[in-house]
């Protein structure tokens, strides 16, 4: 039996923008199968300057439904579960873009965890 199982990542996603859009954001299932919680303090990937966590985010301002998003210093998967990545909920945001990514093709991130773990996953860019 292995001392501590590490995180898994289920599925996942790039969202695909215009060329002159300088940020984007990734979206996928994690699992945490261990017995321990997880915490996700960040990533890296070589396509941008800076991966940040982020939630999505809507308030109402003046009567209007405002969608905004606001960083987060970590993101917790409790033992035996799986947390979402998705709009409306959390992503990664990739932000200064060293060049424009294509449809189809695969982003490297690495993720970092609070215990030490990094998890590299590989994930498609989409036009969704
Ligand atoms: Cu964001």
Same mark, same amino acid.
């Given at each position: 039996?292995?001392?501590?199982?590490?995180?898994?990542?289920?599925?996942?996603?790039?969202?695909?923008?215009? &060329?002159? $859009?300088?940020?984007?954001?990734?979206?996928?299932?994690?699992?945490? #199968? +261990?017995?321990?919680? %997880?915490? /996700?303090? !960040?990533?890296?990937?070589?396509?941008?300057?800076?991966?940040?966590?982020?939630?999505?985010?809507?308030?109402?301002?003046?009567?209007?439904?405002?969608?905004?998003?606001?960083?987060? &210093?970590? $993101?917790?998967?409790?033992?035996?579960?799986?947390?979402?990545?998705? #709009? +409306?909920?959390?992503? %990664?945001? /990739?932000? !200064?873009?060293?060049?424009?990514?294509?449809?189809?093709?695969?982003?490297?991130?690495?993720?970092?965890?609070?215990?030490?773990?990094?998890?590299?996953?590989?994930?498609?860019?989409?036009?969704?």
């Amino acid at each position: 039996m292995a001392a501590f199982a590490q995180p898994a990542l289920l599925s996942g996603w790039v969202r695909l923008v215009p &060329p002159v $859009v300088k940020d984007t954001a990734a979206y996928f299932t994690l699992e945490n #199968p +261990g017995n321990a919680a %997880l915490r /996700l303090v !960040g990533a890296e990937t070589p396509v941008a300057q800076r991966v940040s966590l982020h939630r999505d985010q809507r308030e109402v301002r003046g009567g209007q439904v405002v969608l905004g998003m606001r960083p987060l &210093p970590y $993101v917790d998967i409790p033992p035996r579960s799986k947390v979402e990545f998705r #709009p +409306g909920k959390y992503h %990664l945001m /990739l932000e !200064g873009l060293k060049r424009p990514l294509k449809a189809g093709e695969k982003v490297e991130l690495t993720l970092r965890f609070a215990d030490g773990t990094r998890l590299k996953v590989s994930l498609p860019v989409e036009m969704r």
